[in-house]
């Protein structure tokens, strides 16, 4: 398969999965009416999710720079860092994105919207890790998200919550009485923005498995657009380049680096499944693979070892990604 049909076949997919969870979100808000549900309680629901979609995609998705600290690049910031995303950009025919800094967990990258505007926030010690070239591949990896991807981000990520509330319904609430319709209703409602764990299992319980199995239909979305943004960036840069950068990300990687260009738990020996069914990145030796790019020889010697208790926690961490 050529690279370019191989990019077609992930960006189709990605649509599928897409417009398939807005049908069957439309299909549940159909059958809500239609079995007794409030119209006007049910618009009021649509409305206060298209609201909070809207403001992810505002406000860069699941990254809130201002919310970690975040400040604008300046002169006190290594210079490599304005050098290697202008290198980027130029190669890459775009116009550079407004830049945050901010200290991560891990020194990642990543990238977002701040009100509405194309935005990278970098952790400033990035360079030390992967160097000016690698740097530069990761700009051109986070860069490569600028199309499509962060916007059908936004109107995936409540659409599982829309699908799971609707089974619940069906199944529970609908014929019930107002005071229980009500309850019930108020409490999925309520507990929709909660991203933890508990939230999930919670709503998960309720809609009797129905919303993580949409979830995982998105994540699995996700994770073609993380592949799609390592293709572009391979365009811009080189695969070996874009794939060295990737481990040597991963290779200091703790499992916290929630939004870090390489995902929690990186390496596909230290995923169990359920993680790898909820995660929003691939791993490091699938994304390699994907680049047909061997693994660098300075990172052979590491070897991740799965532990139970690291397995659990990346259970969890998938989970709430």
Not at 121 to 149: K, S
């Amino acid at each position: 398969m050529s690279p370019s049909t191989s990019v077609r076949g992930r960006r189709v997919r990605v649509w599928t999965v897409t417009l398939g969870l807005l049908a069957a979100a439309a299909v549940a808000v159909w059958a809500l009416v239609r079995t007794g549900a409030p119209p006007a309680f049910v618009g009021i629901g649509v409305v206060f999710l298209a609201v909070l979609a809207v403001q992810s995609w505002r406000s860069g998705g699941r990254f809130t720079a201002r919310d970690q600290g975040g400040r604008p690049l300046s002169g006190r910031d290594p210079p490599v860092i304005r050098r290697a995303l202008l290198e980027a950009c130029q190669a890459a025919g775009k116009r550079p994105p407004a830049v945050s800094v901010v200290r991560m967990d891990v020194p990642g990258v990543t990238a977002g919207y701040s009100d509405g505007r194309s935005m990278v926030a970098v952790d400033p010690r990035l360079h030390l890790v992967v160097g000016p070239e690698g740097l530069r591949a990761l700009f051109a990896h986070e860069l490569g998200h600028f199309g499509t991807d962060i916007h059908t981000d936004a109107i995936r990520e409540y659409l599982p919550q829309t699908i799971g509330f609707g089974a619940f319904w069906l199944v529970v609430l609908a014929g019930r009485g107002p005071a229980v319709a009500t309850a019930g209703s108020a409490l999925y409602v309520v507990l929709a923005p909660v991203r933890n764990r508990y939230g999930l299992t919670v709503r998960g319980l309720l809609s009797l498995g129905v919303e993580p199995l949409a979830l995982a239909a998105s994540r699995y979305a996700n994770r073609q657009e993380e592949y799609l943004a390592d293709a572009y960036a391979a365009g811009v840069v080189t695969p070996a380049l874009i794939t060295d950068a990737l481990y040597r990300i991963a290779a200091i990687a703790t499992g916290d680096n929630d939004e870090d260009v390489a995902g929690p738990v990186p390496w596909e020996a230290d995923r169990g499944r359920l993680f790898s069914l909820f995660a929003t990145h691939p791993s490091i030796e699938n994304r390699a693979m994907a680049l047909d790019c061997e693994l660098p020889e300075w990172v052979r010697p590491y070897r991740p070892h799965r532990t139970d208790a690291g397995a659990e926690s990346g259970a969890e961490s998938g989970a709430i990604q």
